[in-house]
């Protein structure tokens, strides 16, 4: 697989774009970081930058297969 340097955080639907930043806002709290959007991510440990992400993406993995079974999400 060829790399196009278009890096990983590319949003692929513009219009997405806020509602994925209040879903990071969302679980940042549920993970104690209640000022995340407000934080200097640099200053953060990869660790907590880790659990958001991750929790982000465990998240719409479960939306996007609720979507596809016919499904509503519970969130």
Known sequence: ??????GS???LVP????ALNQMK?????ELGM???ETMDKGNLP????????GN?????VEMAQ???SGGTTTR
Do not use: D, F, P, W
Not at 56 to 60: A, E, G, Q, V
């Open 25 to 29: 806002t969302e679980i940042a709290s």
């Open 9 to 11: 955080n590319r949003i």
């Open 56 to 60: 982000m993406t465990k998240r719409l």
């Open 34 to 36: 209640a000022n995340y």
């Open 46 to 53: 990869s660790r907590q930058n880790g659990y958001v992400g």
């Open 66 to 68: 609720k979507n596809m």
């Open 15 to 18: 219009e997405a774009r806020q």
């Open 1 to 6: 697989m060829a790399n196009n340097n278009t």
